[in-house]
């Protein structure tokens, strides 16, 4: 389906894909309602299995000694707790990723057999059984480093982020009372607004960030299906890269990188 030429933010002409809903009807057009829920089986697995290496890596490895960060606490020793918090989490959410890659692997290619009308990757162990078969031990993790760049990034980005602006910007002492007598005759709401902003922070720090890795996933998606057979990781539809770095540049090049 073509581009349609638009406009940014900023003025600038820019092509536009279709939307969600022109892509979702199109695909039930040609496949049928069922072409919607392509590569969903490994999709589900892998969240599956995600969820279950973070379960056990927990009782291996429990965060017992981890401090929660407090208000009470001064800059240093709570950005210490902020640092080995996220530390822990980028432990677990490396291992769950490398473990569950492979599947995620499956189910992009899944999806991508709708652009050549292909049926190469059916079933997961087929799947498995064909990946290995071609591309040898290494076919289960093309497209893992710029993955796993992004989570990291990603992680250490809000928390960090979202810890100093907690630490700087929220202020403990601001009453929500119209006289500011708060501080005296309501502490319990003071307090309950300023842990309701905390909360709301870290959340939209998500989003910001998120839109600073789009480019790290989105190479490491591109990697999982470039040159494997299917018409959609091949040249016309798309180059050879030789490596992430070699996507990273071409796209750079193209100006297609960034979400914006």
């Known amino acids: 389906m073509p581009p349609t030429v638009g406009t940014n933010v900023l003025g600038r002409k820019v092509l536009y894909l279709p939307s969600f809903f022109t ?6 057009q040609v496949d049928g309602k069922i072409g919607l829920f392509r590569g969903l089986s490994p999709r589900l697995m ?3 299995l995600s969820t279950v290496t973070r379960g056990s890596m927990k009782k ?6 981890i401090e ?3 208000n009470k606490d001064d800059m240093k020793t709570s950005l210490r707790k902020v640092v080995k918090e996220t530390s822990y989490e980028m432990m677990m959410q490396c291992v769950s990723r490398m473990l569950a890659h492979p599947l995620h692997v499956i189910s992009m290619r899944c999806m991508v057999q709708f652009v050549g009308r ?3 990757y059916s079933g997961v162990l087929s799947s498995i059984g064909k990946i290995f078969k071609e591309e040898g031990f290494l076919g289960f993790f093309v497209g893992l480093i710029p993955h796993l ?12 982020l979202a810890h100093f602006i907690n630490a700087y910007l929220v202020d403990d002492s601001v009453s929500d009372s119209p006289g500011g007598l708060g501080n005296d005759q309501n502490p319990g709401s003071q307090f309950s607004q ?8 870290k959340f939209v720090m998500g989003i910001a960030v998120s839109m600073l890795t789009y480019p790290f996933l989105l190479v490491g998606d591109l990697m999982a299906v470039n040159n494997c057979g299917l018409q959609a990781g091949l040249p016309p539809y798309s180059p050879v890269f030789k490596s992430w770095i070699h996507c990273w540049k071409y796209l750079s090049m193209q100006d297609q990188l960034g979400p914006l």
């Not at 892509?23 to 039930?28: L, M, W």
């Open 194 to 201: 300023a842990l309701a902003i905390r909360s709301y922070t």
């Open 149 to 160: 760049l992004g989570d990291v990034v990603f992680l250490w980005g809000c928390n960090l």
């Open 118 to 120: 292909e049926a190469k």
């Open 68 to 70: 929660q960060v407090s």
């Open 23 to 28: 892509y979702a009807k199109y695909i039930v």
């Open 46 to 48: 892998s969240n599956a």
């Open 60 to 65: 291996v490895f429990p965060p017992d000694e």
